[in-house]
């Protein structure tokens, strides 16, 4: 085993993520089931391609993961073919998807007994915050093998941060997503009564934005909302997949998500009018158009 970094899933994230590390210096080597991604990827960063994922596992001292869901992150470890029997000891491997923490705490279990530590450590930031290399990442899991990674996940974040034993890390990125479910309904409902009531919306934003109504979702994402163009960004499907976690996370510790549950089923609504591709923003269409 060499010191490789593997990288698996190079999807709208994983892509420019592995992509920075690249670019940094670091021997990466890649694995997409759609093996044209990963060809796509080496002739455009320096890098070289693993044709199975037992080949990265054999070759890499630290795996990194960004895929679609829970049953997406138990296939590379538990399917024909998959990592877990060939794991070295002293491997980390960091998981940026989004699943729950169960899954996360099960993994940590499993790898561990490998002598594997194994790191929940899901990003926030969207498409645009991987290109950029300024994503937020939010780590769980065993501090010390947090404390040797950290200098690799900076190579495509602005800010880390450990938040605790296994499962912490998903856990405080269902707060990131509660936060901006709300967030975004809000500035949708803004949007549409500044409209209706015939205020020019850029002005409004323009003064609003630099008062306490101020957020990330506002900055970048009023003008898009006000010009109809949701072709971009973080996808509803993915928002819906990550609020049924936090849903289901919620009921079992008896939480009380009233509006998360209300917009949840606004998500449900634009999926169900063929939007599930939209940007998690398109809350102010369904509110123009789908209401």
Not at 158 to 165: E, S
Not at 203 to 228: C, F, L, P, Y
């Amino acid at each position: 085993m060499n010191k490789a970094i593997g990288f698996i899933g190079l999807g709208i994230m994983g892509y420019p993520m592995a992509g920075h590390l690249s670019k940094k210096g670091l021997e990466v080597s890649v694995f997409n089931r759609s093996k044209e991604k990963s060809l796509k990827w080496t002739k455009e960063y320096k890098g070289t391609l693993s044709t199975s994922l037992i080949e990265l596992a054999d070759s890499s001292k630290i795996i990194i993961s960004c895929l679609g869901n829970d049953e997406d992150l138990k296939n590379i470890f538990f399917s024909k073919g998959g990592m877990f029997d060939n794991l070295k000891p002293g491997t980390i491997v960091i998981d940026h998807t989004t699943t729950s923490s169960d899954t996360s705490k099960m993994l940590n279990e499993k790898l561990n007994s490998k002598q594997v530590i194994f790191l929940d450590a899901p990003v926030s930031g969207g498409q645009a915050g991987a290109e950029s290399g300024q994503l937020s990442i939010m780590v769980g899991g065993q501090k010390e093998g947090y404390e040797k990674v950290k200098g690799i996940l900076k190579k495509y974040s602005k800010f880390t941060k450990y938040m605790g034993a296994s499962g912490s890390g998903q856990l405080t990125k269902m707060v990131n997503q509660i936060c901006i479910a709300g967030l975004l309904q809000a500035l949708a409902e803004g949007l549409n009564f500044s409209k209706k009531v015939g205020l020019d919306s850029k002005s409004v934003i323009e003064v609003i934005s630099k008062g306490a109504a101020q957020s990330w979702q506002m900055e970048n994402r009023w003008q898009t909302m006000i010009e109809d163009k949701y072709d971009h960004g973080f996808a509803v499907d993915l928002m819906r997949k990550d609020l049924e976690i936090v849903l289901k996370r919620a009921k079992t510790s008896n939480i009380n998500l009233d509006v998360t549950k209300i917009v949840n089923n606004f998500y449900k609504d634009i999926q169900n009018a063929g939007g599930g591709k939209w940007d998690t923003s398109s809350l102010l269409k369904r509110i123009e158009e789908l209401t």
